[in-house]
């Protein structure tokens, strides 16, 4: 049997399985190990090598001496940050220039580090280097929207870093949900992400965690096996106004969820980003919420995704938030 679920935000249907659920054991054993290994040849990311990067945007001290976390240009951008938009035709399709800023956070001086090793105070570090570098990146009046995004491991080099974007056009992703949550919100005048922050707590099922300003959680249509959203339970549309004490204990979180990934999935590829509400239009603030998005990347069908646009999920959302749950 499956269900076909509906995303409350963008209304997009999901094929959840519930018959069989795959648990974490029908997805192992991943190879080879994602964990990053000793570097081979010297790691541009490592202290030391600091001469083989462009040069630092933005860096927090280290507690002894040198840096714990560093920004820098990405190399091979998406976006370039200098020039014009000049947007034309190209017969009936529309080209501009791809103008914007791609940064790379260095999480940790340390190569052999992950999310679910590094403690909370490192995590913390890089969510402030997240923050200011888009309070930053906010005053340049050509970006309408920021990405913040991870994937582990990671492509080009396996020290752990994370992307930051700042791009002139709001992604199709981000538009959908803040379609979604705009009709929601002239019809009920209400935010839904808030709505369904309180559905969770009352229900419980899909709860993984729930600290003091953030609630973890499997979503009701979750694409992906193991698809998981962290959200502040307090309505907030920007993720850069983040306060001290929500970002301490949102490092806490985040810590916790991915310890659980690597507990019970045997370290997982994953993907993670942030959805923050588009910077120039100020409309969106009373009715979009920001939130993280991860999502393991185990067990896709893509044929059938790619071919239809829907997702199929054969781990439904209350057994993968029951999983997580138990290894916390
Ligand atoms: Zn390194
Ligand atoms: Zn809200
Ligand atoms: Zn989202």
Redesign the pocket.
């Known amino acids: 049997m499956a269900e076909l679920r509906r995303e409350p935000v963008t209304r997009m249907w999901v094929v959840v399985t519930t018959d069989h659920p795959k648990g974490p054991s029908d997805y192992l054993p991943f190879k080879p190990p994602y964990r990053p290994q000793e570097p081979e040849g010297p790691c541009p990311f490592c202290p030391g090598n600091e001469g083989m990067t462009p040069r630092e945007i933005f860096s927090l001290k280290g507690e002894k001496e040198g840096w714990s976390v560093r920004v820098i240009p990405n190399k091979f951008p998406f976006f370039h940050i200098e020039g014009d938009f000049d947007r034309r035709p190209e017969g009936m399709y529309d080209v501009m220039e791809a103008i914007g800023a791609h940064e790379i956070v260095v999480e940790n001086p340390a190569h052999q580090t992950t999310l679910a090793t590094m403690e909370p105070k490192q995590i913390k570090k890089i969510l402030l280097a997240y923050k200011e570098r888009l309070i930053d990146l906010e005053r340049d009046r050509r970006f309408r929207q920021f990405l913040i995004m991870k994937n582990y491991p990671g492509i080009f080099n396996r020290h752990p870093h994370s992307h930051i974007l700042a791009m002139p056009v709001v992604p199709k992703r981000i538009d959908e949900e803040i379609w979604g949550a705009s009709d929601y919100f002239q019809r009920k005048e209400r935010?839904i992400?808030?709505d369904i922050i309180k559905e969770e707590i009352s229900m419980k099922k899909r709860v993984i965690l729930e600290t003091v300003h953030f609630l973890i959680f499997s979503p009701f249509a979750s694409r992906y096996p193991f698809e998981t959203w962290i959200i502040p339970k307090v309505?907030a549309s920007d993720f850069h106004h983040i306060g001290e004490e929500e970002m301490e204990d949102l490092s806490v979180g985040i810590q916790s969820l991915f310890h659980s990934f690597e507990t019970l999935l045997s370290d997982p590829p994953y993907s993670l980003t942030f959805h923050t509400s588009p910077i120039q239009d100020r409309l969106h603030r009373l009715h979009y919420?920001w939130h993280i998005e991860t999502r393991l990347r185990i067990g896709l069908r893509e044929g059938f995704e790619w071919g239809t646009g829907f997702f199929v999920n054969p781990t439904p959302p209350e057994e993968a938030a029951h999983y997580l749950r138990g290894v916390g």
């Open positions: 935010c992400f808030c309505h919420h």
